[in-house]
C-alpha cells in the first residue's frame, strides 16, 4: 500500500471516531433542544410522534415513514467485486451473521471502500489497492467529513455547545426560521437574565 493511501487510512480512522463523538454529543443536545423548542416544530392540529430515548419528534408513526430514494448509480468495479466477495461470506443465507451483512451492505451503498477493506481483513480476503483506488478512498473521508459538518452545521448543536450569547442567537435564528416568537417562558433559566 502507498504511503498516500496508509495516510487516507489513518484519516478515516480518526474521522470515524470523530463522526462517533459528534453523533453521540447531538443526541444528547437533541433532547435539550426538543425539550425547549420541540413543540415549536409541530404544526397546529396535527398529531406528533416522539421518541423517548431520543427526544425526536415526527409527524408520522415509526414505520411508516417513507424515505426518499435517490435514483440508484453505477458502482465502480472494484468496489462491486469486493462487495460481491464479502457478501458470500457475511449473507445470512450462507452461515453469515445479519449484523455483518446489513453493514457490508451500508458500506457498499455509501461507496465506503475503507470499510469494505475492514471486513475483508476480517475475513481473510486479498484485496490490492492501486494507485486509482486512492479517489475512491478518499471519497470515504469526505463522506465523513461531509456528515460531521451537517451535524455541527445544526441548531440543535449550536445551541448544546454554545455560550450563552451564542444560545440567544440561535434562538433569535429558529424566530426567524419559523417566524414566531419563542415565549420568554420557554427560555433556559440560565438565560432569562440576558434577555
Not at 463522526?19 to 409541530?42: Q, S
Not at 460481491?84 to 451473521?97: A, I, M, N, Q, V
Not at 446489513?102 to 470499510?115: F, R, V
Request: glycine share 6%.
Amino acid at each position: 500500500m502507498s504511503r498516500l493511501l496508509k495516510k487516507i487510512t489513518h484519516k478515516y480512522q480518526f474521522l470515524k471516531l470523530e463522526l462517533e463523538e459528534v453523533e453521540e454529543d447531538l443526541e444528547g443536545f437533541l433532547v435539550i433542544w426538543n425539550k425547549y423548542f420541540g413543540k415549536y416544530f409541530a404544526q397546529k392540529e396535527s398529531e406528533m410522534w416522539v421518541n423517548e430515548e431520543t427526544g425526536e419528534m415526527r409527524s408520522t408513526p415509526p414505520g411508516e415513514e417513507k424515505p426518499d430514494k435517490p435514483p440508484k448509480k453505477a458502482k465502480p468495479a472494484k468496489l462491486k467485486k469486493l462487495y460481491k466477495k464479502l457478501s458470500t461470506y457475511t449473507h445470512p443465507d450462507k452461515g453469515g451473521k445479519v449484523e455483518d451483512f446489513n453493514a457490508i451492505k451500508k458500506s457498499y451503498d455509501d461507496e465506503d471502500l475503507l470499510e469494505l477493506l475492514k471486513f475483508a481483513g476480517l475475513f481473510g480476503i486479498d484485496f490490492e489497492l492501486e494507485e486509482e483506488d486512492e479517489l475512491l478512498v478518499e471519497k470515504s473521508c469526505t463522506t465523513i467529513q461531509d456528515k460531521i459538518q451537517t451535524h455541527k452545521g445544526s441548531m440543535a448543536y449550536a445551541f448544546g455547545t454554545g455560550g450563552k450569547a451564542e444560545k440567544l442567537s440561535v434562538i433569535k435564528n429558529l424566530e426567524i426560521h419559523l417566524g414566531i416568537k419563542i415565549k420568554k417562558e420557554d427560555y433556559p433559566k440560565e438565560l432569562l437574565d440576558l434577555i
